[in-house]
């Protein structure tokens, strides 16, 4: 075109070019002019009509422009629910302890039983000949802690160990360990025992121990002083509840709260009434032995192998009882499913609602765990790293009770970062949680929940996200 306009210009202010043969080269620059035109429109139309079909691009991760997205809730996500009973765990290494036994109308009765050792008096203990014996005693500390029913009456036996206390492999104590005793108890006490107000129970021992004991003291016997000979004569004590007792488990404070006290008095100048402690010893061969006999219910007994089961083999519901061996695991087969939809941009939050049974917990006899966490795990049901909040903190998380109608209790856990990873690691399909109670590890309790699981229609585990898609 540019060839031609200058063509043009030339013949113009050319002499020589007759009139007509100006007229037609004008012609042919006009409608060569207009044929470029039109293909520009044509172009212009075409890349619009691209444009527009084709579909936006957005990163995923990327905090996209509220034009072009909407926020939506997903509820939808399967939680799949089991129950993992192991067979023996570790309980020695603690100082507050376990006494009793409940029956629960889900797991079957738990029986718990402390053994541990005692701690040689001090040599300078120096009881005169005048002096007299008057009692063996044994004091047993509360710290509190109950789990069942504390309305009836309880009877708690002492009984000396007729073997020394000795690990069981690994160096350590589990709660399938036991201990031989002499066949005659100490000394037994029946009563009715109240949290709230009882500190402390004392038990009156056999006076033919008492007067050993006694004797030994004044006479400053190395069985009594000695630390190793002290061991060999008295082996430790074992404390238990009767066999037809299903009321309640209580806390024991340990460490020198619990002792077995030889009390006397003298009698010259004047009468004063004296007492020698043997404390309780806190070190690693104090130990809880924990059972649970599950007849009658879905689960099998203490000391069965490692089992995972299904909550569509409990009923729907699964188990957590973390001072009985039983570990409640939480999966999310059908997550990635959902979350591939090509409209979704971004997960902007991920929240687990874990609602206990109705009328599975109450205020007092089958309380709710005040506290638990989260704990990953795979197919290899090892309990792995805890589930953070997402300021990188622990995440322990106390129970929302519904006081009023207790319809609406639930635990309520952020695993925004969590699920997040598990989506972008491959081969994660059996990745999940263990529901764990949080306690120190120097106790032992055993609070339980029962989880409802996706085939209950109301009061079940939830996952929830809330995520970005693009608008259609």
Same mark, same amino acid.
């Given at each position: 075109?540019?060839?031609?306009?200058? /063509?043009?210009?030339?013949?113009?202010?050319? *002499?020589?070019?007759? /009139?007509?043969?100006?007229?037609?080269?004008?012609?042919?620059?006009?409608?060569?002019?207009?044929?470029?035109?039109?293909?520009?429109?044509?172009?212009? =139309?075409?890349?619009?009509?691209?444009?527009?079909?084709?579909?936006?691009?957005?990163?995923?991760?990327?905090?996209?422009? !509220?034009?072009?997205?909407?926020?939506?809730?997903?509820?939808?996500?399967?939680?799949?629910?089991?129950?993992?009973?192991?067979?023996?765990?570790?309980?020695?290494?603690?100082?507050?302890?376990?006494?009793?036994?409940?029956?629960?109308?889900?797991?079957? =009765?738990?029986?718990?039983?402390?053994?541990?050792?005692?701690?040689?008096?001090?040599?300078?203990?120096?009881?005169?000949?005048? *002096?007299?014996?008057?009692?063996?005693?044994?004091?047993?500390?509360? !710290?509190?802690?109950?789990?069942?029913?504390?309305?009836?009456?309880?009877?708690?036996? =002492?009984?000396?160990?007729?073997?020394?206390?000795?690990?069981?492999?690994?160096?350590?104590?589990?709660?399938?360990?036991?201990?031989?005793?002499?066949?005659?108890?100490? @000394?037994?006490?029946?009563?009715?025992?109240?949290?709230?107000?009882?500190?402390?129970? =004392?038990?009156?021992?056999?006076?033919?121990?008492?007067?050993?004991?006694? &004797?030994?003291?004044? #006479?400053?016997?190395?069985?009594?002083?000695?630390?190793?000979?002290?061991?060999?004569?008295?082996?430790?004590?074992?404390?238990?509840?009767?066999?037809?007792?299903?009321?309640?488990?209580? @806390?024991?404070?340990?460490?020198?709260?619990?002792?077995?006290?030889?009390?006397?008095?003298?009698?010259?100048?004047?009468?004063?009434?004296?007492?020698?402690?043997?404390?309780?010893?806190? !070190?690693?061969?104090?130990?809880?032995?924990?059972?649970?006999? /599950?007849?009658?219910?879905?689960?099998?007994?203490?000391?069965?192998?490692?089992?995972?089961?299904?909550?569509?083999?409990?009923?729907?519901?699964?188990?957590?009882?973390?001072?009985? @061996?039983?570990?409640?695991?939480?999966?999310?087969?059908?997550?990635?499913?959902?979350?591939?939809?090509?409209?979704?941009?971004?997960?902007?939050?991920? &929240?687990?609602?874990?609602?206990?049974?109705?009328?599975?917990?109450?205020?007092?006899?089958?309380?709710?765990?005040?506290?638990?966490?989260? *704990? #990953?795990?795979?197919?290899?049901?090892?309990?792995?790293?805890?589930?953070?909040?997402?300021?990188?903190?622990?995440?322990?998380?106390?129970?929302?009770?519904?006081?009023?109608?207790?319809?609406?209790?639930?635990?309520?856990?952020?695993?925004? @970062?969590?699920?997040?990873?598990?989506?972008?690691?491959?081969?994660?399909?059996?990745?999940?949680?263990?529901?764990?109670?949080?306690?120190?590890?120097?106790?032992?309790?055993?609070?339980?929940?029962?989880?409802?699981?996706?085939?209950?229609?109301?009061?079940?585990?939830?996952?929830?996200?809330?995520?970005?898609?693009?608008? #259609?």
């Amino acid at each position: 075109m540019a060839d031609l306009k200058s /063509r043009l210009i030339y013949y113009n202010n050319s *002499a020589a070019v007759t /009139r007509n043969k100006l007229r037609r080269i004008i012609n042919i620059y006009y409608m060569r002019s207009i044929q470029h035109r039109k293909l520009l429109l044509a172009f212009s =139309v075409l890349s619009l009509l691209v444009l527009s079909c084709t579909k936006k691009e957005i990163e995923f991760g990327e905090e996209p422009d !509220n034009s072009y997205t909407k926020l939506v809730y997903i509820d939808t996500v399967g939680v799949q629910l089991s129950t993992l009973v192991t067979d023996s765990f570790a309980t020695n290494g603690i100082t507050s302890l376990l006494l009793g036994k409940y029956k629960d109308p889900y797991l079957g =009765v738990v029986s718990t039983s402390p053994y541990f050792q005692l701690n040689p008096v001090s040599e300078s203990v120096d009881i005169p000949t005048t *002096a007299v014996f008057d009692s063996l005693v044994f004091i047993i500390r509360l !710290n509190k802690y109950y789990y069942g029913d504390t309305s009836r009456v309880q009877t708690i036996t =002492v009984h000396e160990l007729a073997q020394s206390i000795s690990y069981s492999y690994n160096d350590k104590l589990y709660n399938s360990s036991s201990v031989g005793k002499k066949p005659l108890p100490l @000394g037994s006490r029946m009563l009715k025992i109240s949290p709230a107000t009882t500190d402390s129970i =004392v038990i009156r021992l056999n006076d033919a121990k008492g007067t050993e004991l006694f &004797e030994k003291l004044r #006479q400053r016997s190395s069985d009594v002083t000695s630390a190793d000979d002290f061991l060999n004569y008295f082996k430790g004590i074992n404390l238990s509840v009767a066999d037809n007792d299903t009321t309640a488990v209580y @806390g024991l404070s340990g460490s020198v709260s619990m002792l077995m006290r030889v009390v006397y008095h003298h009698t010259t100048p004047s009468i004063e009434n004296k007492y020698v402690d043997f404390t309780m010893n806190p !070190n690693s061969y104090t130990f809880n032995q924990v059972l649970a006999d /599950r007849t009658g219910t879905t689960l099998p007994s203490t000391g069965t192998r490692l089992q995972e089961i299904s909550s569509t083999q409990t009923g729907n519901v699964a188990f957590t009882q973390y001072g009985t @061996g039983l570990l409640l695991k939480m999966t999310f087969p059908s997550l990635r499913d959902i979350i591939r939809n090509d409209d979704i941009v971004k997960l902007l939050k991920a &929240e687990l609602i874990i609602r206990p049974a109705y009328l599975s917990f109450d205020r007092y006899r089958y309380k709710l765990p005040p506290s638990l966490y989260l *704990a #990953q795990t795979n197919g290899s049901n090892i309990i792995g790293e805890t589930i953070l909040d997402l300021t990188g903190s622990n995440q322990v998380v106390a129970p929302s009770i519904d006081a009023i109608y207790g319809e609406n209790s639930y635990y309520r856990f952020n695993v925004t @970062g969590y699920i997040n990873q598990l989506l972008a690691s491959p081969g994660s399909e059996d990745y999940g949680f263990f529901l764990m109670e949080d306690r120190g590890s120097t106790s032992m309790q055993v609070n339980r929940t029962v989880i409802n699981d996706a085939n209950r229609s109301a009061y079940k585990t939830q996952l929830l996200l809330s995520v970005l898609v693009i608008n #259609q």
